[in-house]
């Protein structure tokens, strides 16, 4: 059994909420360059060009690249080798809290949802934890602004609308959120599971890299096909017209019951943040 | 070509901005956002006096982050304005004559900004480090306690954005999206 102290957990997660929300991770990087390579429309080109100048500004002076520093969503994998001394949710809670607080961070988030005061700290961090093998823990952060959040949608599909229903319905999704999202977005899919099974999916979609593809080919194809659909509605950035819609599009399966194809579509905007440590 | 403009918006201004003009703003904006505005819009409902003038006033939808010792305001880039739809028409009725964001407005905003002379202006969503840099001052004016959604008094300089829906209704992201797909058409 090892033994890993809250204290190290807590300064991993302050550390890392600055990094992610000040330094846009290379993954995403490279996908907003090689999209403003193939642009075609200046509207968008020049777009896209202050949302290059934009990132490396807020990594120079260590400043959120956006004021929406997010919810803070933490997927912890714990090796079931480890043990931790006191209070883990309260140990990530304390990380959120400095981090936001030293990190001059926003704080946006609400006690309930609907008397709406602020909790003036950023937490509760919205946790997930995971039972692996090992005898380390995973920490990935990922900042969630609303803008784009508040664009995602869930369906239950019926097994007969098959692949086409997916795509219509993804499609249909990006459509309707149109300039909200702060195009150009990265769009997360889950399909199969559960009702919240699936949407666990999409979220879990966005923490992969913008430029990796799903290891299943059949699924790596249809993350192809979607971005191509995608970009073919001319929405381009900030919604002023332009190919560059979508930067990637990243699908999360798993199994489902003989009566259901749930289907989930959580957008995010150009600025996908994502951090992994190991500890 | 951009366009300098210095606030506040009035009325010969507003009349004389088109859908797609981009602009550089200089001058005084207040900002606000979702609780911001369902408080101001609950006074007008009252028929009582507001904390700031909204004659001819520019509001930025936006919530800042917290500043550092030497810097004017934190990162400030536009929050999504659909969400002050329900509250927009009544401060565009008192005056109001710019509204900064980024996204779709609801039919009732459009009619309100055409009735009485308005501008929607979009700026970079997700540029908030960058749009930084244009502001110059920023300082608490009303509701302290809601924190980033406090209504700030702002001074710009260049600040800079694109008329998205100008006061005839005239829509860049209706018409932006169709030149897009028009230019594929020809280069086809």
Redesign the interface.
Known sequence: MREISTNRITETIKRLCIEANCKLPIDMKTCIEKSREAETFPTAQGILDKIIENYNIAEKETKPICQDTGAACIFVNIGQDVHINGNLTEAINEGVRQGYRDGFLRKSIVSDPLERVNTNDNTPAMIYYDIVEGDKIEITLAPKGFGSENMSRIKMLKPSDGVKGVIDFVVETVEKAGSNPCPPIVVGVGIGGTFDKCAYLAKKALLRDADSANPIPYYAELEDTLLTKINALGIGPQGFGGKTTALAVNIETMPTHIAGLPVAVNINCHVTRHVKEVI | MEIKIELPLTQDKVKALKAGDSCLLSGVMFTGRD?AHKRLFELIKEGKELPVNIKNSTFYF???????EGEAI????P??S?RMDAYSPSLIALGQTGMIG???RSDEVIKAMKAYGAVYF?A??????????CIKKCEVVAYED????AIHRLEVEDFPV?VVIDSEGNN??KT??????E??GEEK
Do not use: D, H, M, Q
């Open positions: 609780a936006v919530g800042p982050t917290p500043k550092r934190g990162s400030a880039g929050t999504t659909y980024k996204g779709t979009g970079i969503g997700g540029c908030g480090a960058l749009l930084s840099k809601l924190g980033t959604e694109v860049l992201y932006g999206r169709e030149a897009y797909l230019s594929l």
